[in-house]
């Protein structure tokens, strides 16, 4: 029954199936099954590349009636705030106090000096010797930003230009202030020949 359908027409139904998610994409993919590889889910793998497993799922949908549901939310990985509620309260309490409102109130962030480094050591600290786990650093900085608390950098002393200061009396002042005078003195008038 394969043989009947051109690369064209595959190219078409494989297409058509990448645009449809879920539910309706295994509805769509045990209808071509049935129609075109005689309800054989194999056949059906070879012919289209489709996974084996959703034209099993689709054919079994269409017999029974009953849609299986497809549980999105429960896929991934969760985040470490949802794993580790008392993880959250710690930080709270451990960056709380070094934290202070946007100087300009333009944000509802928190600006705070304490680095992300400082508090997966701090973090490091206290779970020593029990067999809680501890987020590695860059999770640590991406929780403190889903929290509102906006990491500035701490910002090293810089050394001072050395850059005179003008006084008033002071005679050096005077050479940066005054304008230069020239050197040489203006020809005559303008008809007259430079010396060689």
Known sequence: ??????????????????KLTGFRRREFQAEVALKYCAGKPRLAEATFGWGREAVITGLNERRTGIRC??????????????????LVQEIHALVEPRSQADPKFQTTLAYTRITAKAVHEH??????????PVPAERTVHDILNRLGYRLRRV???????????????????????????????PCASPSTPKPR
């Open 1 to 18: 029954m394969v043989a009947e359908l051109t690369e064209s027409v595959k190219e078409t139904i494989q297409s058509a199936a990448r």
């Open 69 to 86: 549901v497809d549980a999105f939310s429960a896929r991934g990985r969760h985040k470490t705030e949802a794993k580790h509620p008392d």
């Open 123 to 132: 973090l490091v600290a206290n779970a020593a010797g029990t067999e809680r």
């Open 155 to 185: 910002r090293k002393t810089q050394a001072q230009k050395k850059s005179l200061k003008p006084m008033p009396s002071s005679t050096i002042s005077d050479t940066f202030t005054r304008k230069p005078h020239r050197t040489r003195k």
